[in-house]
């Protein structure tokens, strides 16, 4: 008896690959500019939308991709940046140059504090009862 069910498939095309790191390139400079997480998720959207018009992409694909690549669960993460254009260019085997797109970087997972969050109420010594 066969197993119920879409079959699943390990591997995932190209287009899949190029999505996740323009979304994470976008999203991680808008968190480093200080936006915040829900702010960041509709500033990747917009930007994949603009730069890849035919690319299809969502909020909760975009939400997927930050979870697999910045896991709240592993200290270090993945972080995807465009070089500076005096350093884009890269030579190549027999006298060709190339450019670098984007760079890819492991670092350790930055914890972005609550705005939100309640200050701890200060404890007070009760030695005058």
Not at 6 to 33: D, H, N, T
Not at 66 to 80: D, H
Request: hydrophobic share 30%.
């Amino acid at each position: 008896m066969q197993k119920r069910g879409r079959p699943k498939s390990s591997y995932q095309p190209f287009w899949m690959l190029e999505r996740a790191v323009l979304v994470m390139c976008a999203y991680v400079q808008a968190r480093e500019a200080g936006d915040k997480h829900i702010v960041a998720i509709t500033e990747a959207v917009n930007y994949i939308r603009t730069t890849c018009p035919s690319m299809k992409i969502s909020e909760t694909e975009v939400k997927r991709i930050v979870a697999a690549w910045r896991s709240e669960r592993r200290t270090t993460c993945l972080v995807v940046s465009k070089p500076d254009p005096q350093h884009s260019m890269i030579p190549l085997p027999r006298g060709g140059t190339g450019r670098k797109l984007y760079t890819v970087s492991v670092r350790p997972r930055r914890t972005y504090p609550r705005a939100n969050a309640a200050e701890k109420p200060k404890q007070r010594c009760n030695s005058s009862r």
